[in-house]
């Protein structure tokens, strides 16, 4: 029923999956507002990919192709707008998908776990069935991980993260990759690499670029990673806000 001459067409059809993916008990209350958080940063970067976050996508795919054992978790916000690009980049490089909840429920488990199922997601960590562990110095639901997942993983992403378990995992040796459309919040300057980016744009782009690097000497990808740095990354970002308001 949207009006595609609507000047903010995108942003309600993107509103609009949220809504019914909390209908659909897939998202918690909670996660409408961080939507609106996202979309409030969204608007001050422009809704576009800027050449900074593309460069930072081009980054995220150097380490998907590089890491050895990469997991990708997923919560009710990530679910509700991109699984199905979700889906394509675990079947893509082989990569889990571990089902990570802040207000972990046994029913938005299963209602997530359904999405992926009916994706044809084979490999689904995180699930009631799982062996879990807790990660260090975090309490409360939010603190399991699979440990054929989170525990055992290189590189994990994160995408839409709650600052408190982006901090912990962090602290953890492993390579966090994130996708925060606010560059200032604690997930964005705790983690490897952040893609400054509306997970909407930048999922399917992450897909093009690791298609664009796949046959590419690991060394080289590697060189790419090594000249690359998240503080840099992270005020270019904020001057990219700044300048379009100059
Ligand atoms: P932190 O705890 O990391 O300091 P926060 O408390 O704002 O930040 P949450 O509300 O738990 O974090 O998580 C929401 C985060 O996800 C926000 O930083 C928000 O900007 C971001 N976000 C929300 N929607 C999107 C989206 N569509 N694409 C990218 N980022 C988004």
Redesign the pocket.
Same mark, same amino acid.
């Given at each position: 029923m949207l009006n595609k001459d609507h000047p903010r067409y995108q942003s309600l059809v993107?509103r609009d999956k949220i809504v019914k993916a909390h209908q659909q008990g897939i998202l918690a209350d *909670?996660g409408m $507002? &961080?939507?609106g +958080? @996202? %979309?409030?940063? #969204?608007y001050l970067i422009g809704e576009k990919t800027t050449p900074n976050s593309q460069n930072t996508i081009d980054i995220a795919a150097c380490y998907f192709l590089t890491s050895k054992k990469p997991v990708l978790s997923v919560n009710g /916000?990530t679910t509700a =707008?991109v699984s199905e690009d979700v889906a394509e980049l675990s079947k893509l490089l082989d990569i889990p998908i571990e089902i990570n909840l802040?207000y972990r429920t046994p029913e938005r488990i299963r209602n997530i776990e359904k999405v992926y199922t009916d994706l044809g997601v084979k490999e689904l960590l995180g699930t009631d069935e799982d062996d879990f562990i807790d990660t260090p110095d975090l309490n409360g639901p939010r603190s399991p991980v699979s440990i054929e997942g989170i525990k055992k993983a290189d590189l994990v992403f994160i995408?839409? %993260? !709650? @600052? #408190?378990r982006?901090e912990k995992l962090s602290a953890l040796d492993k390579d966090i990759l994130n $996708? !925060? =459309? /606010?560059p200032? *919040? +604690?997930?964005?300057q705790t983690s490897t690499v952040t893609i400054v !980016? /509306? $997970?909407?744009r &930048?999922m399917p782009a992450i897909i093009t670029s690791i298609n664009k690097y796949i046959d590419y000497d690991k060394k080289d990808l590697q060189e790419k990673i090594d000249n690359f740095d998240n503080k840099t990354n992270l005020n270019n970002a904020i001057q990219d806000i700044i300048k379009r308001f100059e």
């Open positions: 993107y *909670s $507002i &961080a939507h +958080r @996202g %979309e409030t940063f #969204d /916000n =707008l802040y995408p839409l %993260e !709650d @600052g #408190d982006a $996708i !925060d =459309l /606010n200032l *919040s +604690r997930t964005a !980016d /509306n $997970i909407v &930048a």
